[in-house]
C-alpha cells in the first residue's frame, strides 16, 4: 500500500487520444487540479500505449500526480507507474499484488456491488470504485449504481471512488455520499473550458 498518494479529490482518467502529442497537452492543461491521473485507452495497440504511459508519467512526475495505469499490470510495472487499475474484465488484484511492489496502488472497479468490493479489500487494494452513477457518454453501457453503496462502504476502510457521468453539478451529491474522489473523463476533457471545469471539481472538495 502507497502511504503518499492522495485520498480525495479529482481523479482524471484519459480520453482515447492517438496523438501523443495531443494527449500531453490536453492533459498537461487540467493535471494542476487533479489528485490522480489514470491512463486510460481502449483504443490504442501495446506500442502506442507504452508510448502514451511513458510520456505520461515524465508528466506526472513534473506535476506531482501519481499516475495509474488502466487494465494492464505488465505496463504499470514495465514502466514504474504508481498504480494500476483492474475491473472484472482485467487481472485479478491478488495476483497483481504479487507482482507488483508493494508501494505500487491498486485500484478495483466493484460496478454496483459491495461483496464484490469486500472481496477486493481483502485482496489488498487501495481503493475501491463504483458506477456508473450517472449516463456516461464515454460508456453509456455501463452498470448503474447507487450513494447508498457509498456509505455502505465507509466500512472498508479505504477511498471510495465514484465514476460514471459525474459533473461538477452532481458531484457534490456523491461527495456527500462518502465519494473521496471522483473519477471522470468527459466532464474535464469535453467541456469548452477544460481547465475551468477542473477547478470546479476541486472546488467541490473545498466547499
Ligand atoms: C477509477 C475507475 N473506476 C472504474 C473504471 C472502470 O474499469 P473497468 O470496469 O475495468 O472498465 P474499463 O475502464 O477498463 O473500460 C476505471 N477504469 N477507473
Ligand atoms: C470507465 C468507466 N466506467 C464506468 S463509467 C466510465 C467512464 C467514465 O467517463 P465519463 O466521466 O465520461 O462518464
Ligand atoms: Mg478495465
Redesign the pocket.
Known amino acids: 500500500m502507497n502511504a503518499r498518494w492522495p485520498r480525495r479529490g479529482l481523479?482524471l482518467?484519459t480520453p482515447d487520444l492517438a496523438d501523443t502529442g495531443q494527449l500531453l497537452a490536453r492533459v498537461d492543461e487540467v493535471l494542476g487540479d487533479a489528485a490522480l491521473l489514470?491512463y486510460?485507452n481502449?483504443a490504442a495497440d501495446a506500442a502506442l500505449r507504452r508510448e502514451q504511459a511513458g510520456a505520461l508519467l515524465a508528466l506526472c512526475r513534473r506535476h506531482g500526480v501519481p499516475l495509474v495505469i488502466?487494465?494492464d499490470v505488465a505496463l504499470a510495472a514495465a514502466i514504474g507507474a504508481d498504480g494500476v487499475?483492474?475491473?472484472?474484465?482485467?487481472d485479478d488484484p491478488s495476483a497483481a499484488r504479487a507482482w507488483l511492489r508493494n508501494d505500487v496502488l491498486i485500484?478495483a472497479?466493484c460496478y454496483d456491488s459491495i461483496e464484490r468490493a469486500q472481496r477486493a479489500v481483502e485482496a489488498g487494494v487501495d481503493y475501491v470504485?463504483f458506477?456508473a452513477y450517472f449516463p456516461s457518454p464515454t460508456?453509456p453501457h455501463a452498470r448503474r449504481a447507487t450513494p447508498g453503496l457509498l456509505r455502505a462502504a465507509a466500512s472498508l476502510r479505504v477511498p471510495r471512488?465514484a465514476?460514471g457521468g459525474i459533473t461538477p453539478d452532481n458531484a457534490p451529491s456523491l461527495i456527500a455520499a462518502g465519494a473521496d474522489l471522483v473519477?471522470v473523463i468527459s466532464g474535464v476533457f469535453d467541456a469548452a473550458d477544460p481547465a475551468a471545469a477542473a477547478r470546479a471539481y476541486r472546488d467541490c472538495f473545498e466547499a
Open positions: 481523479y482518467l489514470q486510460r481502449k488502466n487494465d487499475h483492474l475491473g472484472e474484465d482485467d485500484g472497479s470504485a458506477g460508456k471512488v465514476i473519477a
